[in-house]
């Protein structure tokens, strides 16, 4: 059974720092392009950041561009998103995606994702 796991959510203030990090594990999984995805309560969904796995082609929302940096570990099977000058718009249930092709945008689905993990702003 393949699954994506997030972790290093959690709560800091305005201008702090967190690490996301996004496991896959079973054997095979769609991920030729993989990605970092948020919604906040009563807000659309929004792809944050995104990565080819040949790591030749990065997408950010310009809301973030500067701020965060998404990366990879193909060999662990680990995606990352280094979020940097954190402000409290920022708060959101972050999910990590996978799918096998990037959109036009370089952004995958969001059909194959994890079950999240929160990230909470405060001024």
């Known amino acids: 059974q393949v699954q994506l796991v997030e972790s290093g959510g959690g709560s800091v203030q305005a201008g702090g720092s967190l690490t996301l990090t996004c496991a896959a594990s079973?054997?095979?999984?769609?991920?030729?392009?993989m990605g970092w995805f948020r919604q906040a309560p009563g807000k659309e969904r929004e792809a944050v950041a995104a990565?080819?796995?040949?790591?030749?082609?990065?997408y950010y929302a310009d809301s973030v561009k500067g701020r965060f940096i998404i990366s990879q570990d193909n060999s662990k099977n680990m995606l990352y998103l280094q979020m940097n000058s954190l402000k409290p718009e920022d708060t959101a249930m972050y999910y990590c995606?996978?799918?096998?092709?990037?959109?036009?945008?370089?952004?995958?689905?969001?059909?194959?994702r994890g079950q999240g993990t929160q990230v909470t702003v405060s001024s």
């Open positions: 995606a996978a799918d096998l092709f990037c959109d036009s945008d370089n952004v995958p689905g969001f059909g194959f």
């Open positions: 079973g054997d095979t999984y769609p991920r030729n392009c």
């Open positions: 990565i080819h796995t040949d790591g030749r082609e990065t």
